[in-house]
């Protein structure tokens, strides 16, 4: 299994970015994803999830509305679209997979596997 995170990068506040996460080793379809992040000395934060088939998505309260999660199944690659972005949204972003019948998850202790991180910088 693996989870390729990329997209990360240096952008200024009020900027964008699209973080993808490429997936291979599993059935994509079958699975849950997530979008986490961590800042330095800060535990990693659920930011977004999106359902197996991608009706469903839930986001945190922090990034509603500035952030818009996305999968293609055709190419195993779900995509986190970063707009207005703010000097607090700098982390390192990991994605996240769990197979699983639910529609979606939040709990980062319910995913079993995770990608390397990519990381965003915003700067004021």
């Known amino acids: 299994v693996q989870l390729q995170a990329s997209g990360g990068g240096l952008v200024q506040a009020g900027g964008s970015l699209r973080l993808s996460c490429a997936a291979s080793?599993?059935?994509?379809?079958?699975?849950?994803i997530g979008w986490f992040r961590q800042a330095p000395g800060e535990e990693r934060e659920f930011v977004a999830t999106?359902?197996?088939?991608?009706?469903?998505?839930y986001y945190a309260d922090s990034v509603k509305g500035r952030f818009t999660i996305s999968r293609d199944n055709a190419k195993n690659t779900v995509y986190l679209q970063m707009d207005s972005l703010k000097p607090e949204d700098t982390a390192v972003y990991y994605c996240a997979a769990e197979a699983t019948l639910r529609v979606v998850v939040l709990d980062r202790h319910e995913y079993d596997y995770w990608g390397q991180g990519t990381l965003v910088t915003v700067s004021s």
């Open positions: 999106i359902s197996r088939s991608g009706s469903s998505t």
């Open positions: 080793g599993f059935t994509f379809d079958d699975a849950v």
